[in-house]
């Protein structure tokens, strides 16, 4: 199977996207604190780069989908050639599936609460979901450091 991918139309395409949402916030951004129009026609919210639920956490939660596909199209053609790395493209591809879901599904904020409880007393209540998130990321790392250090 051959998949042609050119580079340079991608980057252009999703360039153009990233600069839509951006001059979309930013144009939201002066309407809300300089106009003070608060919600144009409810535009203003729906391309907030601060917020989740929207067009920009949107098209977060597919782009790392699509990284999740090509990984595992990766993988599969490692797999099909008996090459024993295939199990890291594979292992990546879940990991970006997780990650496409976490960024739809608000995994980690919904982390926040539960993990209050455990840090309470740190002084660093909002940004307790990260901790979870350290220890999978140390985890991961550990188990791909093998393969890193395999490719020099």
């Known amino acids: 199977m051959n998949i042609i991918f050119e580079p340079k139309k991608a980057a252009t395409y999703l360039g153009a996207i990233?600069?839509?949402?951006?001059a979309a916030y930013i144009a939201g951004f002066i309407s809300r604190y300089f106009l003070g129009h608060d919600y144009v026609f409810g535009l203003v919210p729906l391309f907030d780069l601060d917020v989740e639920g929207n067009i920009p956490s949107l098209f977060s939660s597919v782009s790392i989908l699509l990284c999740s596909g090509l990984l595992y199209i990766i993988g599969t053609a490692h797999m099909k050639d008996g090459n024993k790395e295939s199990y890291y493209w594979m292992g990546l591809a879940a990991i970006f599936l997780f990650l496409a879901l976490d960024e739809g599904a608000t995994i980690h904020e919904r982390l926040i609460g539960p993990m209050k409880?455990?840090?309470e007393d740190t002084g660093y209540p909002y940004l307790t979901w990260v901790?979870?998130?350290i220890i999978f990321s140390t985890?991961?790392?550990?188990?791909?450091?093998r393969s890193l250090l395999s490719q020099r």
Do not use: K, S
Request: glycine content about 16%; hydrophobic content about 65%.
């Open 131 to 133: 901790v979870p998130y």
């Open 139 to 145: 985890g991961i790392g550990l188990i791909y450091l």
């Open 117 to 119: 409880g455990i840090m």
């Open 18 to 22: 990233i600069a839509f949402l951006i």
